[in-house]
């Protein structure tokens, strides 16, 4: 196949660094045979020197490509000044991230945090103690509703509510008070809603089940249920969030609010974790000293960068790049042979390979012999989530790879 470049002849010392991670990086992650040394923008440079366009951009993480000026240089500003005080100390950059943020979201508060996982982790401790103090639920009795193949992270207590036998099994014993229902029906919340129900967690667009963009009356009716049950709804908007779907938060898309969201990883710009649980005053006010915290979450660093990145999206550039590629990205990929079916919105998209076709791995194996960057997602599903910043150039040149790949 035509290739983005030619492959250098040369002795690889990628070998050097696979047998590395082989031997003492614990086995939890299946990645391509490829070792990045450098990044700028949409491209990678591997440690032999062959350029990669990536086509995942972190699981959305680098939503504003390598290494973007405006973040480097908000970073390396603050690195120059004060990294970590631990939240024992007041610091310049907790309160204006905060309120740059909820102005950015339209909310009240901001619980800051790091992982993605422990953004959800915290809006599950919010909506239980919440669900006790404000709507009276009795002690140990509220009940969280999910929905089937959630991906909301890897704690043991979110594990304890995923369906996915991989990420679940041999880590009980698991976390009661979560009730699984089948996403995109928004029937199977409204059986399953109560007054002991907390919260309704959903992902706006499950990224990890295969980019699947539920019914449009599913999210306004699980809006319309919480609202009749007292209870709250948390959108989950870690992948999907932050421009990569052609809006702020891709709830947006169907018109809904939530009570909470939960944000990460384009959160922190690509260089470092920071997350977050938005929303409503009197539902995170509902945290008191000592009830609730982390060391590094909210640090001067992690909130100038945060700063930057909200800057970046008040200026509404990257949600638009995000829908008129997105629109490129999804037309292109529609009429590709050898592809199923394409889902997703903005520039991001789950391909499902037709029967016959290669498997997802194979697939994103000879994408990357040709020098584009993606990943499966279950076993017969491409997913596409350039960077933001991507050109149309490069994002033909991408899908132009993918056309040969699933063409064979
Ligand atoms: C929707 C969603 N929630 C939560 C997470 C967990 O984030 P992290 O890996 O930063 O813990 C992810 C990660 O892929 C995600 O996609």
Request: hydrophobic residues 40%; contains cysteine.
């Amino acid at each position: 196949m035509a290739t983005v470049h030619p492959h250098l002849d040369t002795q690889s010392r990628a070998e050097e660094f696979l047998a590395l991670d082989e031997r003492y990086s614990a086995h939890n992650y299946h990645p391509l045979p490829v070792v990045i040394a450098e990044a700028e923008g949409a491209w990678m440079t591997d440690v032999d020197g062959r350029r990669y366009l990536d086509f995942l951009a972190g699981y959305s993480a680098l939503n504003f490509g390598h290494r973007h000026p405006d973040l480097i240089a908000a970073a390396t500003e603050q690195l120059g000044r004060l990294t970590l005080t631990s939240r024992a100390f007041h610091h310049d950059q907790l309160g204006p991230f905060c309120r740059e943020l909820a102005e950015l979201t339209g909310t009240d508060r901001v619980l800051p945090m790091n992982s993605g996982a422990e953004a959800v982790e915290s809006a599950i401790k919010i909506a239980r103690k919440w669900a006790y103090q404000v709507k009276g639920v009795p002690e140990n009795q509220a009940e969280i509703i999910v929905a089937g193949s959630n991906f909301h992270g890897r704690t043991t207590t979110i594990v304890s509510f995923s369906t996915d036998p991989e990420a679940r099994a041999e880590f009980g014993p698991y976390t009661p008070g979560f009730t699984v229902t089948s996403y995109g029906d928004a029937s199977s919340v409204e059986a399953a809603i109560s007054e002991r129900t907390a919260a309704v967690l959903v992902e706006p667009i499950q990224g990890e089940a295969g980019v699947i963009v539920p019914p449009a009356d599913y999210l306004p009716r699980l809006r319309r249920a919480c609202d009749e049950h007292g209870a709250l709804l948390i959108c989950d908007e870690i992948q999907s969030g932050l421009a990569r779907t052609g809006e702020l938060l891709a709830s947006a898309h169907d018109g809904v609010r939530a009570d909470l969201y939960t944000l990460g990883k384009a959160l922190g710009g690509g260089i470092l974790p920071v997350s977050a649980v938005v929303g409503r005053d009197d539902v995170i006010g509902v945290l008191q000293p000592g009830q609730h915290g982390s060391t590094f979450g909210g640090n001067p660093l992690a909130a100038a960068v945060g700063r930057a990145v909200i800057r970046l999206l008040s200026t509404g550039e990257f949600q638009q790049r995000s829908r008129e590629l997105g629109a490129h990205l999804h037309e292109r990929l529609a009429g590709l042979s050898g592809v199923a079916e394409v889902r997703g919105r903005g520039l991001w998209a789950g391909v499902e390979i037709a029967p016959g076709g290669p498997t997802g791995r194979q697939a994103s194996e000879a994408l990357m012999a040709g020098g584009v960057l993606c990943k499966e997602t279950q076993a017969t599903t491409l997913r596409i989530a350039p960077p933001l910043t991507i050109t149309r150039d490069d994002l033909d040149t991408g899908i132009d790879a993918i056309a040969e790949v699933l063409a064979k």
